[in-house]
């Protein structure tokens, strides 16, 4: 079964929770809480089918406030649905053909990270996402296909 949309649909319902407001804080109590976000909409959506959400070894360590980006990229490399497109010269292809609808973004810049879920993929090999922690609240936005920021994607299935 794949929840991929289901992702999406639940994320959907945190639209314009922000940390101003303090609604944020259902989601996780850090203010690093991008990759919080993306663990909550994955174990929510697998709740709501009476599935056991597979994210239960995204492990957030004693000494770490919050889930991290690297733990989500790392997990997915373990788990065979990482797709990385870091220095790849055909990624526009990579993108239009491999990255759906509910797909997990790793992004790196300047030693930080960040994280969303894909909402559209464009014939170009642009995106839209919805993401936790952007300009501290949950909001779209859109990615070109060449963005050096963009590292790979996590392509999560039932």
Request: proline content about 3%.
């Amino acid at each position: 079964r794949d929840l991929r949309k289901d992702f999406v649909n639940t994320a959907y319902k945190y639209m314009g929770f922000n940390e101003a407001d303090g609604s944020a804080q259902m989601i996780s109590k850090s203010g690093e809480w991008c990759a919080d976000f993306i663990k909550y909409v994955i174990n929510e959506s697998y709740r709501n089918k009476g599935l056991t959400p597979p994210t239960s070894d995204l492990r957030i360590e004693p000494d770490m406030p919050h889930l991290r980006v690297e733990n989500i990229k790392q997990w997915g490399i373990r788990h065979g649905t990482y797709l990385s497109v870091a220095n790849k010269s055909n990624k526009v292809q990579t993108i239009t053909e491999n990255v759906k609808k509910g797909d997990i973004i790793i992004l790196r810049e300047n030693g930080a990270s960040h994280t969303g879920f894909v909402t559209k993929v464009y014939a170009d090999g642009s995106f839209d996402s919805i993401e936790g922690n952007r300009d501290d609240r949950v909001k779209t936005h859109h990615y070109q296909a060449n963005d050096p920021k963009l590292s790979g994607f996590v392509q999560v299935r039932a």
